[in-house]
């Protein structure tokens, strides 16, 4: 059985005790939805294009031809040389690639957890936070890897990728297309860091604000209470007064 509850601004459903999201809030919420939506489906695109090794393997072979970072083809001369090669930059290694699908299908799939929980209108806002903390850190180093360096060719350092410092008109044209994506693929990393760790500030401080607002309510009560007492025992007083001098006035 639903009852409805008002108080003031906003309209909260009860169904046999469960407690249930405020409308005003709910609004709010299905709009963080459709913002995680968004980011979430567009991580899923741009790394799933990638996946499993359609773009670093060709843009590090493209920057290593022009000189501006380490060349792969010359790590056949290690091996015919019967020589360690040098490990393989994480900035163009299969691991970043892989890395970034996991994140992405991790991030949608809390998406898809939180949906459920929205459409059973539950408030699991402690959970919430441990997911964003974790989502932000895992887009924040993302980012940070993509934006790695490469220093395993001595004659030629690079700080950063190649595709993130130079305009992708210089890159193959075959190439092109990649190079954009990997830089979508950067800039989508840290939007998507940057909104989880967003969600993590105003969870904290909504919770700050009804920790504040609950605690102004209870000594407004406790303020009551005693101006209760006080108009009580004022009038007791009163009335004791009174008789004392009706008690005089007969004398």
């Known amino acids: 059985m639903a009852i409805m509850v008002s108080t003031g601004s906003s309209t909260m459903f009860h169904i046999r005790g469960r407690r249930r999201l405020p409308l005003d809030r709910a ?21 799933g294009v990638a996946y499993p090794d359609r773009l670093r393997s060709r843009l590090w072979r493209n920057g290593g031809e022009e000189g501006w ?66 989502l932000a850190f895992l887009w924040a180093r993302s980012a940070a890897t993509q934006n790695g ?43 998507a860091a940057t909104f989880y760790a967003a969600r993590i500030v105003g969870a904290l401080g909504w ?14 009560r406790n303020m009551d209470s005693m101006l209760v007492q006080w108009t009580g025992d004022a009038k007791k007083w009163v009335a004791t007064n009174e008789e004392e001098v009706d008690e005089e006035d007969w004398a």
């Open 27 to 47: 609004g709010f919420v299905a709009g963080l939805l459709c913002l995680e939506a968004v980011v979430v489906m567009g991580a899923l695109v741009l790394f």
């Open 149 to 191: 360096p490469d220093f395993t060719d001595p004659q030629h350092l690079s700080e950063r990728p190649w595709y993130l410092v130079r305009s992708c008109d210089e890159a193959w044209a075959q190439n092109l297309g990649w190079c954009r994506i990997a830089k979508w693929e950067f800039s989508w990393a840290i939007l």
């Open 69 to 134: 970072c380490s060349n792969p083809r010359l790590r056949i001369y290690f091996y015919a040389n019967h020589e360690e090669p040098p490990e393989i930059p994480l900035v163009w290694s299969q691991r970043l690639t892989i890395s970034n699908i996991a994140t992405a299908v991790l991030s949608a799939t809390v998406f898809f957890a939180r949906l459920t929980i929205a459409a059973l209108q539950y408030e699991a806002r402690w959970t919430n936070l441990v997911y964003d903390a974790l």
């Open 207 to 220: 919770s700050t604000y009804e920790l504040g607002k609950r605690d102004g309510m209870k000594i407004g």
